[in-house]
């Protein structure tokens, strides 16, 4: 149970970045990145591990996104470069205990919208 705030969404054109930003009021937790479109299921972009920084991604976003830790380790940032339309949705934080498996927490969202 914790407290995370997104931050960084907004309008971009295909082809164009954007830096999503996770505030994390603690530690030592496990991070992921998710998204929803309206009307679809939430999915996995991509996580990082409390233990050793290590990360996982899903596979449309391979090469195209990275997600790093701040030095503080409060925040968490995905880079995401090369957008695509179907990158649209709302980016979601969660965090899980890297101790206690199965204490989870989400933030609210913001916004990615990728213009054509």
């Known amino acids: 149970q914790v407290q995370l705030v997104e931050s960084g969404g907004g309008l971009v054109q295909a082809g164009g970045s954007l830096r999503l930003s996770c505030a994390i009021a603690g530690a030592r937790y496990d991070i992921g990145w998710y998204r929803q479109a309206p009307g679809k299921d939430r999915d996995f972009v991509a996580s990082i591990r409390w233990s050793d920084d290590s990360t996982d991604y899903a596979d449309f976003a391979k090469g195209r996104f990275t997600i790093s830790r701040g030095s503080t380790k409060n925040t968490v940032y995905l880079q995401m470069s090369s957008l695509r339309p179907e990158d649209t949705a709302t980016y979601y934080c969660?965090?899980?205990?890297?101790?206690?498996?199965?204490?989870?927490?989400w933030g609210q969202g913001t916004q990615v919208t990728v213009s054509s």
């Open positions: 969660k965090a899980e205990d890297a101790v206690a498996v199965g204490s989870r927490s």
